[in-house]
């Protein structure tokens, strides 16, 4: 199994910390950042080779490749999306297809999470041959910017949209995905065929159109756990907060 980071952006609402430095290496304790955070989830779930989708300040991560494989027993391959401030994060994983050659956990670099999330994952989609699993929070009370979804009884995704009217949704997408390499094709069709229509689309309505063209995601709800997106101050603190539980 690989894992696969999607680091390209800049993160705006969170200047002046991120003026120059990507999101995900802000710091949450003294010595962990969210990207950090991100590599020790893949390595305790035993995933050694990661890729790093860069963009915004690429450098930064770049220079400091060598500390985070040696610190977290893993190996790092960087994809530089040149496109990672002008264009939405669907062409960001899809920049990922040729990395995606067995089993691969995505996860957003400003999603900070417990490594149980992958644990759950990676037990629910063990047993299935293709298919594409994410990982839903069913727990938390949802306003009008979550990523929100609705499911079948079987937690078949119908729908996954920030428009989701909250009164009917099911959870929320916590940004960490398990792909299995069966289904990768398909649904690599599916996220170009999104930013091919409108570059400011979302990898999440790739996966809409994956699941308009008869396919199945699988939501995975990772129960009542401290989590957060990390796109505002107010989220850096929280994340903050909830980094030592880890």
Known sequence: MKGL??????GSRLRPLTDSLPKTLLPVTDEMTILDAALSNLSVSGVERIAIITGFASDKIES?????EGRHGVSL????NDKGQTWNNAYSLWLGAHWMDEDTIVINSDTLHPPSVETALIDTAAHEPDGL???????KQLGEEEMKL???DHMHVRRIHKGINPAIAA????????????????VMTSLRATW???????????YQDYIDRGERVIAVPIGDLPWVEVDSHDDLARARDIACLY
């Open 5 to 10: 980071i999607l680091a390209a952006g800049q």
């Open 64 to 68: 400091i490749v060598p500390a985070l």
């Open 77 to 80: 391959e960087l994809i530089f």
């Open 133 to 139: 699993f994410i990982a839903v929070d069913t727990v």
């Open 150 to 152: 609705t499911f079948t």
């Open 171 to 186: 959870g929320e997408y916590i940004g960490v995905t398990l792909l299995k390499e069966p289904s990768v094709a398909d």
């Open 196 to 206: 091919s229509r409108d570059t400011d689309l979302y990898y999440e309505d790739g």
